[in-house]
T-cell receptor, first 110, second 113 residues
Framework: KNEVEQSPQNLTAQEGEFITINCSYS?????LHWLQQHPGGGIVSLFM???GKKKHGRLIATINIQEKHSSLHITASHPRDSAVYIC????????????FGEGTQLTVNP | DGGITQSPKYLFRKEGQNVTLSCEQN?????MYWYRQDPGQGLRLIYY???????QKGDIAEGYSVSREKKESFPLTVTSAQKNPTAFYLC????????????FGPGTRLTVT
């Protein structure tokens, strides 16, 4: 079993829909990261959080430390949101090393 | 503009040749990382460096080597000992440790035939 599990693996939505991507982890962490990988391969860090909730534009990330679970929400989805969304965790014992989930491929149709 | 550059974007090599992938950052970050990505798999850590002149093996270091002689540069050499080198390689950096946001380069797609 992977230390970081994401669901779903693939997600197709219509423009305007509310989207949720889930991430569960099985280890103690110092922080959880949400990343976005564009079709060309480049990766952008969306959020890094260790508690509570963060919001940036139409993106919201939440984390529940007790349940070892995080969610990434996209409100009013748009075709330009189509990308792979990756959850990763950093652990105190591992310094800044990240352990990655396998990613969620999101496709938003117009 | 501050950021991370990787060159080239696409690289083709014959089997048995060593090849070096470039990674340069002007973010003044102490820590740098090399990841490998294969289709349908998550990123895997090859090597990382938390400070100049020091680096550690990641999860899949066999067949790879690195150097960190300058703060801004962290080149990765894929040696002929790497059994399956064809992959997408990403370099990243962070301010330091332990838990800081990582900034990624655009990646190099290596094809070995």
């Amino acid at each position: 079993k992977n230390e970081v599990e994401q669901s779903p693996q693939n997600l197709t939505a219509q423009e305007g829909e509310f989207i949720t991507i889930n991430c569960s982890y099985s280890v103690g962490i110092s922080a959880l990261h949400w990343l976005q990988q564009h079709p060309g391969g480049g990766i952008v860090s969306l959020f890094m959080l260790s508690s509570g909730k963060k919001k940036h534009g139409r993106l919201i990330a939440t984390i529940n430390i007790q349940e070892k679970h995080s969610s990434l929400h996209i409100t009013a989805s748009h075709p330009r949101d189509s990308a792979v969304y990756i959850c990763a965790v950093s652990r105190w014992a591992s310094g800044s090393r990240l352990t990655f989930g396998e990613g969620t491929q999101l496709t938003v149709n117009p | 503009d501050g950021g991370i550059t990787q060159s080239p974007k696409y690289l083709f090599r014959k089997e048995g040749q060593n090849v070096t992938l470039s990674c340069e950052q002007n973010l003044n970050h102490d820590a740098m990382y090399w990841y490998r990505q294969d289709p349908g798999q998550g990123l895997r850590l090859i090597y990382y460096s938390q400070i100049v002149n020091d680096f550690q093996k990641g999860d899949i270091a066999e067949g790879y080597s690195v150097s960190r002689e300058k703060k801004e540069s962290f080149p990765l050499t894929v040696t002929s000992a790497q059994k399956n080198p064809t992959a997408f390689y990403l370099c990243a950096s962070s301010i330091g440790t332990p838990a800081y946001e990582q900034y990624f380069g655009p990646g190099t797609r290596l094809t070995v035939t």
